[in-house]
């Protein structure tokens, strides 16, 4: 028997990275790929993924709105995680189900962090809270330059994009130093190959962790 099937509590597998790197895209890719091989699973996104959640994305992300202090923009969105873990995360795991982020918890300890000047160890203790401890299985990094994310941006850039490009690098290197860290967490995976051939190595990732 797999270990898939032992295992009565679900995963919880985030994707994250710069922006551009094609988060999106591969969590649905192995959404599927989970979904046929037996496993049940939800899709989510942070911040977002309930009502209240939702709301406060949209002021993250409004471009119309003045730049914000790191710290205002960390609370926000640990106030969305929160409500995202406690309504549900933590009850579908709870039940069985594999959970697939589209972010979490590792962004804001780049954006805020690593990029926004806040000390990532007071990110990691607001964290623990605002998630009651609950930490992902497996988190995926796809690792993208900054200049080639932005290119691959076909829509209008949202208010956490237009920080500028020296923030971006910021990023993209504090996405680096996280994976390599924790390795036993993270897995960093360069994303600059085909959608197909990045999906592969994200699902072999993936694979040692729930088969």
């Not at 790191?70 to 709870?94: K, N």
């Not at 990023?171 to 036993?184: E, I, N, P, T």
């Not at 051939?197 to 088969?211: E, G, P, T």
């Amino acid at each position: 028997m797999s270990a898939a099937k032992r295992r009565q509590r679900g995963y919880f597998i985030v994707l994250d990275g710069p922006d551009g790197s094609g988060k999106s895209t591969q969590a649905r890719l192995l959404s599927a790929r989970l979904e046929e091989a037996g496993i049940r699973v939800l899709s989510v996104r942070d911040p977002g993924g309930t009502p209240v959640g939702e709301r406060l994305r949209e002021v993250l992300l409004d471009p119309g709105l003045p730049d914000m202090a790191p710290l205002t923009e960390m609370l926000l969105y640990m106030a969305s995680r929160a409500e995202l873990v406690a309504r549900v995360v933590r009850p579908a795991i709870d039940s069985g189900v594999t959970v697939v982020s589209d972010r979490f918890i590792s962004s804001t300890i780049v954006y805020q962090g690593c990029a926004g000047g806040i000390e990532p160890r007071d990110i990691v203790r607001v964290g623990k809270l605002a998630c009651r401890g609950l930490r992902p299985d497996l988190v995926i990094i796809l690792d993208l330059p900054a200049a080639e994310g932005f290119k691959r941006l076909r829509r209008a850039h949202d208010r956490m994009e237009r920080k500028g490009a020296e923030f971006h690098k910021r990023v993209a290197a504090g996405f680096r130093r996280l994976a390599r860290s924790d390795r036993r967490r993270h897995v960093l995976i360069d994303a600059r190959g085909p959608v197909d051939a990045v999906a592969d190595s994200v699902w072999k990732a993936v694979q040692r962790v729930v088969c």
